[in-house]
């Protein structure tokens, strides 16, 4: 690009040259021309000599009528005045036409010419017969005066012939210098000119020095080449170069080869693809190929020929390096057939591996659990259709399932805690029992593998969970029946052995005594006899209450009744059993319909009466209040005893269970319990509130029943 | 020089196989003579000179040249001899002539001027020339016809009362 910009610029100087120095070869030549028509057009000094030739006739014509008039005879004819005159007129008449004419009359003396030359023209035909002296004199006196002024007109012209000249070689002058100029430019351009030719024959000299030094050089290096063969062709596919690494190769010198066509000369130059990669080398297509073959000795060799095209001289031609690269090939053959080997086991490896993958991923798809695979960035890997079909994960998040979505999705199912919602990349394993819908329990398991993968296992445990809940029922049945007979075997030795000792004392006593023994006495002894049997009985019957509790005989027959009537009614029962005890009663005025088993209701309500009163000491105060707080009566029994402790407040509705500050006072630990269960048949429940040695406050709420329950459970 | 004797050898082949006219002896002349021929001459009518009337001249032929001229204004017709045709008349054998007017003027006339066929003019525009309208004879060069005849050294050729020509 450079080199024809150089190129294009030296020839646009060159033109430039050229065209100045034609510019200023034009210009010269058209001054000169100039000077050479004005040259040619100057006649001022024939017009001057044009006048003085008529002044002289003028002058010959006076002195030829001067001897006239003195009547001398003419010899010679042309002496005589009419020849004379005519040669005047004649001169006179070319002094009154043309550019001498403009001449005269530019001095103003044309008219006194035409005169004049009217005047001659008169006298001319006198001039034939003899001349009369007078008229001769007379004229010659007039051509004398014409002989004047033709002389003052030469003065004139030959004054502004010099005026003109000087003004002339001044033009002449200028013409000349400018003249120089433009052969300066001339000589300058020509100059230029020569100096580019010699530059350029310089150049080409050097071009062709370098050009000859060059093609040294290459012929060096292609003739002392002995591993690679190298050869030029042209058109025609004849050889023009036959390198001594060819001779090496294919055991043909240069001799009887160059010159003959390539095909000719070696088999391996009529394969069609190398003698189609020579010809496209002429085309201007580089090409690239192997041949492998026999070399001279018969042994089996592969050679690489480069073809490429090759510009000289105008002409078309092609080369080729023909190199022998039988080691690598042969190198590279052996690598071929190891990575063919190596293919082959990679394809059976891969096989198998894809084989395991399928019966891994069927096992997987087939196994009862969910299962599920994420990446180290939460990206899911596979999830099989058990853990795609899990509830939580068809609701929330069965399109986009990521690992931070997946466990979101269980975050809400009972068992979860916050580990599910808080997943980062410091990521612990997680452990979860889950309760996925009612009844339906899994076990989620993430765990973290090398490599970061992270799998999830969903296994369902519904019916482990329910075998462990009906496991865990049974042992607390077992539990709380054990418990029931250790403290059924405590109270019965404790209470079944007071009345018994009364029992078997009194009757030992009587036994005794015998005879002794009185009346009055006897009737003491059977009437504790009595009361211990009694106490007896309270017990067994307290302990058949359990039993049918527990063996669900108890029925509940509900109606509306009037609670204030009832809770009255047992006030004042107990009122007349316990005369020593306080009992205040606090109830509406109105009555307090609820609905309720009034039977069992009554048992409760004597139950906590009879132990308000039992544990108060010698001074019973017992406060019972009923009111109503909504749709629900509630009836509560306050005393000021002996309280429960902190500890065992919890505990005192279990069966057979007693507070240790009850310890010495007679009971079961059955009451309560059996008026809790009362109360949880009705939908209700007894409250405790109790503080040690400050009295108790127990609670029971039952729903109030309106008028229509009434009638209709009446 | 080869030119010169190129139109020598011509002219003497133009003399040796001249025409039966130039083969003829020269009339004399009956009239006034009007134009004297001397010099290297083959035909003669006098001793050393060949004469010429205005009918002699006549009757070498006849040509006209129509051109301006350096002396007067305008186109002129101008009717005459050619020059060459009285020159063959008498046998001339030169390379030029020496032409003198009745006033005095000479000039020398080279023979190549011959290739501009000159013409010996006797009038212009149909009227008969005199001595006072540069009559009888006026050698006229055809002017207009040759860039080159526009040059001071032919306009100085034009001798007017041409009388006698001397062969060279």
Known sequence: MTVSLKSYRTALVTLVAIASMVACLVFTVARLLDVENDLRSEDTHTNLWQITQTQFEASLLAESLARAAAHETFADPEQAPDFRIAILVSRLAVLLEGPQARLVEHFGHLGDLKRSYLQLTLAEPLMQGPLDPAFALQLRAQTRGLAQELRDIANKVMILNREQGALKRSMYLRVVFESLAFVIGIVVSAAFLLLRLFKGVHEATQARRLLRQEQELSDLVINNISNQGIIIFDEQLSCLLWNPGMETMLGLNADNTVGHRLQALAPIFEKTEVAQALTEAIRGTSAILEDVGLSPQGQARCLEINCFPLHIAERRLGIAFIRDITEQWEARKQAERQNFDLEIKVQQRTAALQQAERRLIAAIETAPDGFAAFDWTGRLLFANEQIRSAEPVTVWCAEDMTLATFLRCFAMCEGADERLLTHDDTFVDIELDLLIREGSWAHLSVTTVDGGTIFVRLTDISGYKQAAQALQSALDRERETTGAYRNFVSMVSHQFRTPLAILDSSAQRILRRGESLTQDELVVRVQRIRSATKRLTRLVESVLNAAKLDAGRIELNPASCNLVDLVWDICERQRELSSHAEIRFDAPETAVQVYCDSILIEQVVINLLTNAIKYSGETPVVEVRIWMDGSRAYCSVRDWGIGIPADEVSRIFERFYRARTATGIAGTGIGLNFAQKIMHLHGGEIQVESYEAAGSLFTFDLPMSNVDQSQQAA | ?168
């Open chain 2, 1 to 168: 020089m080869r030119g010169y004797v190129l139109i020598i050898l011509t002219l003497l082949g133009l003399t040796c196989g001249a025409p039966a006219g130039a083969a003829e002896p020269l009339p004399m002349p009956k009239g006034r003579v009007i134009l004297t021929i001397t010099g290297a001459i083959a035909q003669m009518n006098a001793p050393g000179e060949a004469r010429f009337d205005r009918e002699m001249i006549e009757a070498l032929g006849a040509a006209s040249i129509t051109t301006s001229s350096a002396w007067t204004d305008g186109v002129q017709l101008f009717e005459g001899v050619p020059l060459k045709a009285v020159l063959d008349r008498v046998g001339a054998a030169g390379t030029s002539m020496t032409a003198s007017a009745l006033n005095e003027y000479e000039i020398v006339i080279p023979f190549e001027d011959l290739k501009f066929s000159p013409l010996l003019a006797m009038k212009a525009d149909g009227r008969v020339l005199t001595i006072r309208d540069k009559g009888p004879l006026w050698i006229v060069y055809p002017r207009d016809d040759y860039e080159e005849l526009r040059d001071n050294r032919y306009e100085s050729r034009w001798v007017w009362q041409l009388n006698r020509l001397h062969v060279e």
